[in-house]
C-alpha cells in the first residue's frame, strides 16, 4: 500500500474505530492490478472490514468518502470499478448503495485462484463520474 500511496497517491486506507482506536479495515481507491483482467489499470474502489464490525455502516461511510474523494482529486478516470465474488450479497447491496452499476461485461476470474475455488469467479460493478 505504501508503494501505491507513494506512485499514485493513493491506495486502500486503513480504518479504524475512532472510539476504540483499533484498525478494523481498509477502504479506498488503487488501481486494477490483476493483468489480464477487464479491471487491470482502473480505478478500483475496494473494501474489506473485520467481521466484528459488519452491519454497522462502516464500509458504507468509507467507500462513500472515496467516491467523493476520487472525483476531487481523480476526476479523469471517469469512473470506478469494484468487484466481488456473486454470493458476497452485502457488498454488491454497497455497490448498488453507492449508485454503481453492474457490468456483466466485465466479469472475471481471478487469476491468483485455481480452476473450481470457490471464490474464483468475480462480478464487476462501475460508478460513472463527471470530471
Known amino acids: 500500500m505504501q ?3 507513494a506512485e499514485h497517491g ?3 486506507w486503513i480504518m479504524e474505530d475512532k472510539a476504540e482506536g483499533a484498525i478494523i479495515g481498509f477502504c479506498g481507491p488503487r488501481r486494477g492490478r490483476h493483468v489480464g483482467t477487464p479491471i487491470h489499470g482502473a480505478l478500483e474502489l475496494g473494501w474489506r472490514l473485520a467481521s466484528s464490525h459488519w452491519g454497522k455502516g462502516y464500509a458504507k461511510e468509507a467507500a462513500a468518502a472515496t467516491v467523493q474523494w476520487c472525483r476531487k482529486h ?3 478516470d471517469g469512473r470506478l470499478i469494484a468487484y466481488t465474488v456473486p454470493g458476497n450479497s452485502a457488498s454488491r447491496g454497497l455497490m448498488t448503495a453507492l449508485g454503481m ?3 456483466p461485461n466485465m466479469d472475471f476470474d481471478h487469476p491468483d485462484l485455481p480452476s473450481g475455488h470457490p471464490l474464483r469467479r ?3 460493478y462501475t460508478l460513472e463520474h463527471p470530471a
Open 3 to 5: 508503494q501505491s500511496q
Open 10 to 12: 493513493h491506495c486502500f
Open 74 to 76: 481523480r476526476p479523469l
Open 101 to 103: 452499476q453492474r457490468q
Open 122 to 124: 468475480h462480478i464487476t
